[in-house]
């Protein structure tokens, strides 16, 4: 089975902090995503990225950055953390084709 | 208008029901997705669909191509299915559009 790890499931940051999410997925699955969820609302697409050092800005980039410098892993950056990025995160592999996503099992972020 | 509508929001059913979810969307895609999100908030893919109808287990999911319009369908609804039935589009080029979810509680 694909297995998504996210690093944590809870994190409580301050505001102007510079916060990490962390991802790896095992089946060397060459895109991935970060997603926020809200409620009330689908879940948004921050960043893509489709191979090692490649990444595509998503619907919401602003205030986020990402690196993958591994096929594996990839990460997402909060720069400086305000309350209105307090949400679940989830992060997402595919290999692409006719294969379903992979999720991990979030990250409930809360700024304070 | 969002991309894509699920209805209905929300859902309670007694254990045993027949329980349908539909999805509507109104942009070209490559392949529809049914998802799963339990308490916690981690998602699991049920379906990946781009015609016709898959089964799995008590689970049912259909699409209609020319009307853009999907269900899902669960066969005697038991508790544990309780959790958020969310669709998900694909575009193509790997844009997934989400629907907002309809949160399904089944009771004993």
């Known amino acids: 089975d694909v297995k998504v790890t996210q690093s944590s499931r809870y994190l409580v940051k301050r505001t102007g902090e510079k916060v990490f999410l962390e991802c790896v997925q095992d089946m060397d699955h060459e895109n991935m995503f970060w997603y926020r969820q809200d409620p009330g609302l689908g879940l948004r697409l921050i960043y893509f990225s489709y191979d090692v050092k490649m990444k595509e800005k998503g619907d919401i980039p602003e205030g986020y950055s990402v690196s993958r410098e591994k096929k594996e892993r990839f990460s997402l950056i909060l720069e400086s953390a305000s309350t209105n990025q307090t949400s679940m995160y989830l992060c997402?592999?595919?290999?692409?084709?006719?294969?379903?996503?992979?999720f991990g099992n979030g990250t409930r972020l809360t700024v304070t | 208008k969002n991309e894509v509508e699920q209805s209905p929001q929300n859902l309670t059913a007694q254990e045993g029901e027949f329980i349908t979810i539909n999805c509507s969307y109104s942009v070209g895609i490559s392949a529809l997705h049914w998802l799963q999100q339990h308490p916690g908030g981690g998602i699991v893919s049920l379906f990946m669909l781009s015609s016709g109808k898959k089964k799995h287990g008590r689970l049912i999911a259909t699409i209609n191509i020319q009307e853009k319009h999907s269900s899902l369908h669960i066969t005697a609804s038991h508790p544990r299915d309780s959790a958020v039935y969310i669709c998900?589009?694909?575009?193509?080029?790997?844009?997934?559009?989400f629907g907002t979810g309809t949160r399904l509680k089944v009771l004993a």
């Open positions: 997402a592999s595919t290999p692409g084709g006719d294969s379903p996503l992979h």
């Open positions: 998900a589009v694909d575009k193509g080029t790997y844009k997934y559009i």
